[in-house]
């Protein structure tokens, strides 16, 4: 029997990013009809997920790269309580609709009854003889026991294990697995959501219920009132999904000019060395103090010297907002950096504070379908990797592919993570080059790109120093790109005083 369902859910199946399912939808190989694709549809062009009928869990989960991929896993299930919410709501739905087949089924026997008693009182035999048949074949067919496919099976464990919410007025989908709250998993899957203390009291990730249920996972404070309650009103921060499809009304951040300017005190995590000349500095927020900020942006960051004079800089975050608590920045020695200096001095340690206002910047994804390129000079990798991650949290851009320029021998400081993007995913290519001159590197990048994407309708991404990236853009202009799909974020060179 033909099963019916969403592209985010028929992509979890499959197990391929929702990208790769809407580019086939728009070359025209895989068919929507109303929105929701059938099984057999699915079954047509991924004809192996049938064939599997062992590993199908590792296959629903097939995600990105190991790490991630054993996270998931560990997540999976959520809580007991949770579980048990979410199956006594669909158990309760098959308890209605197998209540009903029975009374259709006690309406068919009944009208069978009718007629034989008609029949034997002599009306119309040829009438009565069809009428007849024609309910004994509908009865025969309603009886028949007819094997679920295996796609219905495995959706409807996953509508056990994850929730499907969607977000009116957007349209958006996301998924909430395991331990999630609703704004955790809001957030990983790349939704611009209004939240503040994200602990239940400011009462900001409020938003109304449509259909479905919720469940409390985390104490709040925030005191709702009766009228919003009656209202169906929830806080996302302390909620996870009680029933396996919910639907919520809720307005998200359209671009940066909806997230608000914050001050919070962070705790360094860890210091790492990348590379002689480059540093993860690894800050955490307060629990209840978080950072809202969109991928691809800027904060600055400061601390108080031992001399009592205050060093501060501005930095892309290199992390994903979807782990708004672990903020990860790279950091290069310069001279004319103060806090860069501090850093490499070992004057900023493990437990220090380090004040974070911010985000600014308008380097943020476009709300497009187009493939997507991503171009980094050094440095510039940080908020390319900001932007890769969330592209990636939002599964929606059909490829990925990424061009990354070092002016110094160690500038790939982070090869590994490119190396495991490739080997995780299907729709990601990435590209290292290493060139000492700037302009010339930029141009050997334009010709790497120019081999297969420049006939491509994509959105460009570049990110360094001035002449990279007024380099390349001049590239990919002549090459007839139109400006609207170049954004650019060109990293300002230091300018402070020396030692
Ligand atoms: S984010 Fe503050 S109550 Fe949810």
Redesign the pocket.
Known sequence: MTHWLTVWRAAQLVGVSRGVLQQQVRDGSLVLTEGLVSTDELLRLYPATQLEDTGILERVTTIRDEAFGRRLRERLLPSQEVLATRLFNQTQELADVRRHLQRYHGLVVALQDRLHALQAKGATPLELAELQDFVDEGLAAALATEQADLLTVMDDMLKVMSAQVTVRPSGHEFTVEGHDTL?QAGLRAGLKLN???????????KVRVISGDVVRTQP?D?PMSEAERAQGYT????HTAGSSELTLELLEAGGPQDIPQQQIVTSVRAVTQLAPGTRLLHLQTPRSHRLRFLAGQSVTLGVSRPDGRDVHALYPVASCPCDDRNLHFFIERHALDPFARQLFADGIKAGDAVTVWGPVGEFVLADSQRPLVFAACDAGFAPIKSLIEHALALDAAPSLSLFWLATKPDGHFLENQCRAWGEALDQFEYELLAEPDITFGAAQLAAAMRADLFDIECEFYLAGPEAFVSALRAELRASGVPAAQIHTNVLLEPVGETA
Request: net charge neutral.
């Open positions: 704004l939240y503040g203390c994200g602990n239940g009291t400011c009462g900001m990730c709040c925030y806080l996302m921060c302390a």
